[in-house]
């Protein structure tokens, strides 16, 4: 499709046990997100890549948390260790480059991971 | 630190009544300013934005004015419609109108509109 594409829409996992989640951006948008909304509340930012290499990661939580791009398209969030409080919205959307004037994002519709 | 307040939800309506959500913000700098959409089962999506004081967005009949010396810019439309249920985000770039895409979120208010 044309949009944003999370993979998987829904992720059950037991603590302590590792996690991946998936994103295919937009074709030729350069700038790339992730973000995480807690039930209840707004997105936060966790990570901006522009191209292959991570521009901000100031919003990582702590060093359980890595992302990749090796490409320069399709990204993964990986979460080592999982913790009952990592459960969560996981969004991801992209931009055609950082300082896009418009300040749109596309967002995908999220990975939904709830750990047990 | 930024951050951005949204009025409590969620919000119910009847169809053609008079909708507005208060947000209001605090930043460091001089932000951009937007509220994004969520619509059920789909992802978040640009509702309208603005990128200095006094600017107004709108789209899709709403509108919201970026009032600096208040640090508000609240959702409004004359008339809603059942197709406008959905989650408001309220949300800023404290880096101007060219940053890039961290956005500072609010909340969410919760949108039921009654036939």
């Known amino acids: 499709g044309a949009g944003v594409s999370q993979t998987p829409s829904n992720k059950v996992t037991e603590k302590g046990k590792y996690v991946e989640l998936r994103c295919d951006p937009i074709?030729?948008?350069?700038?790339l997100y992730w973000y995480r909304q807690s039930l209840g509340q707004g997105p936060e930012f966790l990570i901006y890549f522009q191209g292959t290499g991570a521009a901000d990661d100031s919003g990582l939580p702590n060093d359980r948390f890595f992302a990749v791009r090796p490409e320069g398209s399709v990204s993964t969030l990986k979460i080592q260790r999982t913790e009952r409080g990592d459960s969560a919205v996981y969004l991801c959307a992209s931009s055609f480059t950082g300082g896009t004037p418009t300040g749109e994002l596309f967002f995908g519709e999220g990975s939904r991971l709830t750990v047990l | 630190g930024d951050s951005v307040t949204q009025m409590e939800g969620p919000v119910t309506l009847s169809e053609e009544a008079f909708l507005t959500i208060n947000c209001t913000y605090t930043?460091?700098?001089?932000?951009?300013l937007f509220w994004y959409v969520q619509y059920p089962g789909e992802g978040l999506q640009l509702l309208l934005k603005a990128t200095k004081a006094d600017d107004k967005g709108s789209n899709k009949g709403f509108e919201a004015t970026y009032r600096k010396e208040t640090t508000s810019f609240h959702l409004e439309k004359g008339s809603v419609q059942v197709s406008d249920s959905a989650v408001y985000f309220c949300a800023l770039s404290d880096r101007g109108g060219t940053s890039y895409g961290k956005l500072t979120f609010g909340q969410g208010t919760i949108l039921t509109v009654h036939p």
């Open positions: 074709s030729g948008h350069t700038a």
């Open positions: 930043a460091t700098g001089y932000p951009s």
